[in-house]
């Protein structure tokens, strides 16, 4: 099993509420990411990290933001959320060097009413 | 075009079956693939890498056409829970000598008694 966490594992969230999705891992990787995937469709990489203070957008543009202090955590935030955000929100990191799996937590499921 | 392209099933197919996915890539420079799994609501997680050679593993067999930019994922004798999504991913170049893993949407397989 992967060690990678991912909290909290379902949220339901009104409109104009802000929002910070947690991902942390054990692994000690340098690289995480955040993938959106509404059911059934496929994953789409919103934001990326390949180190401490390093942070980079992905393909599909997201409202979200993201932070790297510290290696084993990497937080999303929404400041305000919208129904349009209501999605599976997956969080996965690799390996620095060479072209390595990715290990994904549960994922956090977000409905925004 | 997408850069990961795969049939989208639903391959519904009885216990027993011997059943393919087929998946094509559009940048000739990537470096690596990788069959994932995803179950119904839940994270992808890695079923094999993709050699060129090709590999096994028990009763999955993937290949890779680096001319055709090709791979395939074969699974014999399949069981009931093999039921899942067969995600095709690709790790490609990116800059600053980086790379990124590029998921296709998946195939949907299910297998009934």
């Known amino acids: 099993e992967a060690d990678i966490y991912q909290t909290p594992r379902y949220l339901v969230i009104g409109t104009g509420k802000k929002i910070t999705l947690e991902c942390s891992q054990t692994m000690g990787h340098d690289k995480m990411y955040w993938y959106q995937q509404d059911p059934g469709m496929e994953l789409h990489l919103i934001h990326y990290?390949?180190?401490?203070?390093?942070?980079e957008k992905g393909d599909l543009s997201s409202e979200s933001t993201v932070s790297r202090i510290r290696t084993e955590h990497f937080p999303l935030t929404l400041e305000s959320a919208r129904p349009s955000h209501t999605s599976q929100y997956l969080c996965?990191?690799?390996?620095?060097?060479?072209?390595?799996?990715?290990?994904f937590g549960p994922g956090t499921r977000l409905t925004v009413l | 075009r997408k850069e990961v392209e795969q049939d989208p099933g639903p391959f519904n197919v009885p216990e027993g079956a011997t059943v393919a996915f087929n998946c094509t890539y559009s940048n000739s420079a990537s470096q690596s693939f990788f069959w994932y799994r995803q179950d119904c609501r839940k994270e992808p997680k890695l079923l094999m890498s993709v050699y060129s050679s090709g590999n096994e593993d028990g009763r999955f067999t993937a290949q890779l056409n680096r001319a055709s930019q090709y791979i395939s994922l074969l699974i014999r004798d399949s069981k009931l829970s093999d039921s899942a999504t067969y995600l095709c991913?690709?790790?490609?170049?990116?800059?600053?000598?980086?790379?990124?893993?590029?998921f296709g949407a998946g195939t949907r397989l299910a297998v009934h008694p």
């Open positions: 996965a990191s690799s390996e620095a060097s060479g072209a390595t799996e990715q290990f």
């Open positions: 990290s390949y180190g401490v203070n390093s942070t």
């Open positions: 991913v690709v790790n490609e170049p990116f800059s600053g000598g980086y790379n990124k893993l590029i």
